[in-house]
């Protein structure tokens, strides 16, 4: 057993037992990795609201190989997030890309990547005054084509052939051409958006929200990772998209 020390961002979090709970954290270095830590339930505990999920943390735990949970020592707060968690909006947006992240994410793994974008997409969002809808759909396309999941915008995903203006799109992996069958129509505005969104690895684009591609990217991301992404729905149904 080595005890390590990381940065990290926690992914989420259940309780374990009477006192305890178990997190799960995206490392750098060692990808998604779950982490026990003893006693944090308690009122006392040394952990104090480092465990909030979201944060961007340093912790110092205690690995052993093969071992599925591993055990948390220490958690100290970078970054609490308090411009998205004092946000209802931005609070509700941000935990579909967080799921995302969740799931594209693998064990012991360097996600060296992954683990910028994720965090670059936070600290974006803490200062962002438009749309968090927008926001939320702009990280999940920058977490996708970080994790290899990047849909096709230019070509038809069947046929090749340039698409351009209205179209179709095809959740197995992207846009379709009149010719070919795509799961549903794509306005000319719509992928105007995507394609905003897909190309711009720096910073948000400002396009305007638009439930109709939030939903598609929930379908895209539902496909393409053979899961259904629970807070994605949640969205929908408290926000009434
Ligand atoms: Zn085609």
Known sequence: MSQ???????????????????????????????CLAKGARRKKSAFGGALDTLNRIEAIYYWRDGREVQQLGEASILDAYGGIKASLEKSAFSSFPLEVAYRVAHENEPSQELFSTLVHGLESLERWDRSPQAHACWQVVQLLITAGFEPTLEVCVDCGRPVSGAAGFAYRGGVTCDGCAGDRRLTARELDDMRALAGSRASCPRIEPMPSLFKLLRAYASQQLETDFRSARVIEEILGL
């Open 4 to 34: 390590e020390r990381s940065e990290a961002v926690v992914l989420r979090g259940v309780d374990f037992s009477e006192t305890s709970r178990i997190v799960t954290l995206l490392l750098p270095a060692r990808g998604r990795m779950a």
